[in-house]
């Protein structure tokens, strides 16, 4: 009925826009005394909305519906809107608007029936280069309500007759504070019926301070990252493809705006074009899906009141039955290649004991649930009958089951103090018939096993040292066995062939393939994690092509030449996609960032490495800010781990440089001596390392780079690591005054406590500290150490920790705040109680991301406004 007349007058109110006085769209309509008024606005409307039967008679509170109460009423979902001029809003099946834009400060809309209620939605953006505060100030003579990036901000809830009160009087005022980036003010206006004003309506903003940039006003969603968006990004963790190699499963995770908890779900895809195929809503706590070898059948597991039940359901019908119910401490299971049993484990909780007096078992005994076991078992698929596999007093971990169904192989890990890295793994093969077991080695760095299709071989991965000298690439030095190698174990002869000796990517995972004459390996290649294919008969690695340049989790069919694998880019979001093995081409099938950034830009990653003291090559690379102006002044941010592991090139994280880009820094990442991924040489430079090499690096790369790149200010220069790089970041600045901030989360100060108190101290200090202990190299562990070097740091610091953090203990940061302070240096301690060695509680973890930037804010942009509005002046 309305639709017509809608449309005639939309277009009325676009011929009235234009006779409007437009000003240009890269100016800001701002005066000499902060006050910004807007003058672009998107509107939609008008949308009639009657008043609901029996609203004049009173409810359970005793009032009655007013036409208030339907301004506060959500009728559409604000927090995922983000309107787009001339594209379609769709207010109910038969009426339909489009985004339309108004240049001019006030804003004059018409009305469709005065004799009802109408609503039209307003909405702005507000670009800020700085983090600002003002006050917002909206004038109408009708009601309306506030929206500041999807969240209510307050209501104007009564109406005036135009004679009554000037609409410039100003009706509506809130205090804002905007943080850098563009940010969405929508407002919904109500019309009221019983008064006769116009639909009227403008706002300004006055700011508390200016800067040369101030806030733009802009009718444009293009925008750059922001923090709600590195924590909103959905995640998705791949389960398996089906036996005919048509249907993959997936856990589909999104996190909501503002809420602690992510919505996960299950879907199946169709391969490899990714179509749904079912998905599973409300199934939070489905998980651990695993396809039949044999059938169309899947098993997975729920939980419910701290137990677990094993399930096998069709598909795609979804029947299922229960095959183990109600289990306590269920934590994996694995199908048989057969199809006819499954092998699961179950933990056993040790006895109670007096929880205040602990005599400890041993180093390890500290760490929560080290009594409790875990033991194998296995179940009939067809009869249901259960066995036990395995008792005694250690755990036993499961490895492989043979490709005859007919074997196992599984291990068992003990203390052994004489020698690193103190404790030592046996590996034996089960066999199922007879339940009698041989041993196949012993191993002191222990690794993962997988059997080969042919049933005569085993790969098993593990550090350089792992058989002894066989896969050593390395004279002269301790090599790091946190660098994973390759090897093929024939279970007849008992020979052993290194295959990833003279291969430098170190290795993360493996699938020996059931349908060709080759193994892939997913690698850790410097900054990159890629694939690689290890053909058999000609000993030789290749590589295959992958859409991503950090692929962190891949799934290969038994029986296809087909995989799936998600992963990230620097500047690309988390995307999903699935693999022609036979033809190295990728098909996208899922992109997490597809709404949440579908109007964001990033700026340009690039490469730049320099040449160390022994001319060699260190790997790096710079994220520069969007839009970047090669003929302006940036501040720069120095980020690395200068642990074992790189800097990988994912999206997002815990330390998101693409995010600190955006904030206006130039980032340059830098890969130290020591990392894995670039060989065994290489990486056993951080053997006995702990900061005599890669300090020298880092202050070398720093002014190298600030040499080469004259729009990175030399003056406004922070650095920041975390872990063992914030080890590195306390120890860095005691050598160099080159940085004017520096931050470091869950940083060690004393090599020598951390060593003695972390949950992994020792068991860490057994690759990097090798063969030096505290009574055997004092002055290494004190010269080492920032704790005591502490009236040699002259750089502002902030310490960051988490307050139950167990790998490295909160005394670390304790310890050296306490030793700045009595020095009168400038230093800040932010404690995150309740979290771990990470960050990961949303809201801690938002404001633990946001005090590191506006931290930088203040010491390398001289900007302390956001600081200071976080934690006071």
């Known amino acids: 009925m309305y639709t017509n007349k809608l449309r005639i007058l939309m277009?009325?109110?676009?011929?009235?826009?234009l006779c409007f006085s437009i000003l240009p769209a890269s100016e800001t309509n701002t005066d000499s005394t902060g006050i910004i008024k807007i003058d672009k606005w998107l509107f939609v409307g008008p949308f009639p909305q009657k008043m609901p039967v029996f609203h004049a008679e009173k409810n359970l509170h005793k009032k009655t519906i007013?036409?208030?109460d339907l301004l506060k009423y959500e009728h559409i979902d604000i927090s995922n809107l983000t309107p787009v001029i001339d594209e379609d809003f769709f207010w109910q099946s038969e009426i339909t608007s489009q985004w339309t834009e108004n240049c001019d400060t006030i804003i004059t809309l018409n009305k469709l029936d005065n004799n009802i209620p109408e609503f039209y939605y307003l909405a702005t953006y507000l670009d800020t280069k700085h983090w600002v505060k003002g006050e917002l100030s909206l004038n109408s003579y009708h009601p309306f309500a506030v929206f500041l990036d999807g969240k209510n901000i307050g209501y104007k809830e009564t109406s005036q007759e135009k004679d009554s009160v000037a609409i410039d009087k100003g009706n509506f005022t809130k205090k804002i504070v905007l943080e850098t980036g563009k940010h969405l003010l929508l407002?919904?206006?109500?019309?009221?019926?019983?008064?006769?004003s116009p639909i009227e309506f403008n706002g300004k903003i006055n700011l508390t301070q200016q800067f040369a940039e101030n806030i733009l006003v802009s009718s444009s969603p293009e925008r750059i990252l922001n923090t709600e968006d590195i924590l909103n990004l959905g995640k998705v963790k791949i389960y398996g493809i089906s036996r005919d190699g048509k249907v993959v499963a997936l856990k589909i995770s999104k996190q909501n705006k503002g809420k602690s908890k992510s919505e996960k779900h299950v879907e199946f895809r169709e391969l490899p074009g990714g179509k749904l195929v079912k998905s599973l809503q409300g199934s939070r706590d489905i998980s651990n899906i695993k396809w039949s070898p044999t059938n169309s059948e899947y098993a997975f597991t729920t939980s419910e009141n701290g137990t677990s039940t094993l399930q096998i359901a069709q598909f795609p019908s979804g029947e299922s039955r229960k095959l183990l119910s109600e289990l306590k401490n269920l934590n994996n299971y694995t199908w048989?290649?057969?199809g006819k049993f499954i092998v699961y484990t179950l933990s056993e909780e040790a006895p109670k004991k007096n929880p205040n007096i602990n005599?400890?078992?041993?180093?390890l005994d500290r760490q929560k649930g080290f009594k409790s076991r875990s033991f194998l078992y296995m179940i009939d698929i067809k009869s249901g009958v259960r066995q036990r596999l395995t008792a005694g007093k250690l755990s036993t971990d499961f490895h492989s089951i043979s490709p005859d169904s007919k074997q196992l192989v599984f291990s068992s890990t003990y203390e052994d103090y004489t020698e690193r890295p103190f404790s030592k793994t046996d590996y034996y093969l089960l066999d199922f018939k007879t339940m009698m077991i041989d041993t196949l080695f012993t191993l002191k760095w222990g690794g993962g096993v997988e059997w080969s299709p042919n049933n005569k071989e085993l790969l098993v991965l593990g550090g350089p040292t792992l058989f002894g000298t066989k896969g050593l690439n390395v004279k002269n030095k301790i090599p790091n066995d946190y660098d994973t190698q390759a090897?093929?174990?024939?279970?007849?002869?008992?020979?052993i062939e290194p295959i990833t000796k003279e291969f430098a990517p170190s290795i993360k995972s493996s699938y020996w393939s059931k349908s060709e004459d080759c193994i892939?390996?997913?690698?850790g290649e410097k900054s990159y994690i890629n694939l690689y294919r290890y053909l058999l008969k000609k000993r030789r690695f290749e590589k295959i092509p992958l859409e991503t340049e950090v692929t962190r989790n891949i799934e290969f069919s038994d029986n296809k030449e087909i995989a799936v694998y998600y992963g990230s880019g620097a500047s690309c979001p988390p995307k999903l996609y699935s693999l022609n093995l036979r033809r190295n081409q990728s098909k996208l099938i899922y992109d997490t960032g597809q709404n949440i950034l579908k109007n964001t830009v990033y700026g340009k990653v690039e490469r730049w490495t320099f040449q160390n003291k022994e001319n060699i090559e260190i790997e790096g690379r710079i994220y520069f800010p969007p839009g970047f102006d090669s003929q302006k002044k940036y501040p720069t941010i120095v980020y690395y781990y200068a642990g074992t592991s790189p800097v990988t090139r994912d999206f997002g994280g815990r330390y998101p440089k693409e995010l600190w880009a955006a904030q206006g820094y130039l980032v340059y990442v830098l890969q130290p001596s020591g990392a894995t991924g670039f060989g065994q040489e290489f990486s056993a430079k951080h053997v006995n390392e702990w900061g005599t090499i890669v300090i020298d690096e880092i202050i070398q790369g720093t002014k190298e780079f600030l040499d080469s790149h004259p729009y990175a200010d030399p003056n406004k220069v922070g650095c920041i690591g975390a872990s063992y790089g914030g080890f590195t970041t306390e120890l860095l600045i005691t050598h160099t005054d080159i940085f004017a901030a520096a931050v470091?989360?869950?940083?060690?100060?004393s090599i020598a406590s951390y060593w003695g108190e972390g949950y992994w101290g020792y068991s860490y200090g057994a690759v990097a500290n090798a063969t030096r202990f505290p009574w055997t190299n004092k002055d290494y562990f004190v010269r080492q150490s920032a704790l005591f070097n502490a009236d040699k740091i002259n750089t502002p610091l902030l310490l960051t920790h988490g307050m139950s953090d167990t790998n490295v203990p909160p005394g670390e940061s304790i310890q050296l705040y306490t030793a700045l302070k009595l020095l009168g240096k400038e230093v800040e301690f932010l404690q995150v109680k309740g979290e771990n060695h990470w960050i990961l509680t949303y809201d801690k973890r938002e404001k633990w991301t946001k005090s590191i930037m506006a931290y930088f804010d203040k010491w390398l942009k001289d900007e302390p406004q956001w600081w200071d509005n976080l934690y006071g002046e």
């Not at 407002?187 to 006769?196: A, E, L, R, V, Y």
């Not at 090897?487 to 020979?495: A, V």
């Not at 892939?520 to 690698?523: E, G, H, R, T």
């Not at 470091?744 to 100060?749: E, N, P, Q, V």
């Open 66 to 68: 007013k036409y208030i």
């Open 359 to 363: 005599l400890l078992d041993g180093m």
């Open 520 to 523: 892939y390996f997913q690698v």
């Open 744 to 749: 470091s989360h869950a940083g060690i100060s």
């Open 336 to 338: 048989s290649p057969n």
């Open 487 to 495: 090897y093929i174990f024939d279970i007849n002869s008992k020979e």
């Open 187 to 196: 407002i919904k206006i109500m019309k009221d019926p019983d008064i006769s």
């Open 11 to 17: 277009i009325f109110s676009v011929f009235l826009i």
